[in-house]
């Protein structure tokens, strides 16, 4: 009879466990999926930002060696992430293909000029600091224009930080959930030990000795949910991978390390804060006070 009391313990003491782990996996899995999207959402407003052109129009009869001069210049430049070069010729070639006539032959001269094509790093594309690097292009004696859409930068930056602000609020609320959902679980685990909590401290255990062993099964279930969620977490990455390239999740490895990081600190931080208070809660109660 006592081992069968003894076996029906312990097969519920697993079950509560797996609960609590499952609880826990699924919780952290959600606020690690928006971490991701957090993370990548700064990612993709850098790369729409960075595509992102500044047309610098060359003057006539520039020589190859001021040219190459002028483009070394231009690469060296912090704000500088790329440049192409596209000459007269080639953009009347380009122009031709797209409207399908040869305008030359009605004009006799090419009227295009030299372009360089000056991509920015995504820090640089604000409409202040293309407005300083306008200016500072235009002092050059080679250069005959600069131009880029300036309603488009200004759209594009409010656009980002509309969305990131957004998707911020959101984490810290989903965040806010996840603490009070995994608080939840772990309190109705060691509400179903107060009796043995309280029989502890009757014979004498110290409130630290009787939390110690609590403490630790908990920070335990929350690596276990957090193991669960991050291996959750791998296979739904490498799933949208399959189906999206574009959006290249695996290929940021330190962007995964971060999310996959935080959600194991953040499994063993509320297990471990939770059951803290819970325990600590149980211990300050009167023996009648344990049956409400």
Not at 10 to 30: D, E, G, H, M
Not at 235 to 259: A, C, H, M, R, W
Not at 265 to 278: E, K
């Amino acid at each position: 009879m006592s081992n069968s009391f003894e076996k029906y313990q312990k097969k519920r003491l697993r079950s509560s466990y797996l609960s609590v782990i499952v609880s826990i996996a699924l919780v952290l899995f959600l606020v690690g999926l928006l971490g991701v999207v957090v993370l990548k959402t700064k990612a993709l407003g850098q790369h729409f930002k960075e595509q992102v052109i500044l047309n610098v129009f060359l003057n006539d009869a520039i020589n190859v060696d001021t040219l190459a001069q002028f483009q070394n210049l231009l690469l060296k430049k912090d704000y500088t992430k790329s440049i192409d070069f596209i000459s007269k010729e080639d953009a009347a070639k380009l122009m031709q293909e797209e409207i399908g006539q040869d305008f030359l032959e009605f004009l006799g001269t090419n009227p295009l000029k030299d372009v360089i094509n000056l991509h920015l790093k995504s820090d640089f594309v604000t409409a202040e600091k293309m407005i300083e690097i306008e200016k500072y292009l235009l002092k050059n004696e080679l250069v005959h224009e600069v131009s880029y859409n300036k309603p488009l930068i200004d759209l594009l930056n409010k656009n980002i930080n509309r969305i990131s602000l957004w998707v911020l609020i959101f984490s810290g609320l989903l965040t806010l959930i996840a603490v009070v959902l995994i608080n939840s679980s772990i309190r109705l685990s060691v509400y179903s030990k107060r009796f043995i909590i309280k029989t502890m401290q009757m014979v004498g255990a110290t409130k630290g000795f009787i939390r110690r062993p609590f403490i630790w099964t908990s920070i335990k279930l929350g690596i276990f949910g957090a193991l669960l969620a991050i291996l959750a977490l791998t296979g739904l990455s490498y799933y949208i991978e399959q189906q999206v390239p574009e959006i290249k999740i695996l290929d940021n490895i330190e962007l995964l390390g971060i999310v996959f990081g935080g959600v194991l600190l953040l499994g063993i931080l509320i297990t471990w804060i939770s059951t803290f208070f819970a325990t600590r809660r149980f211990l300050n109660l009167r023996t009648d006070e344990l049956y409400y």
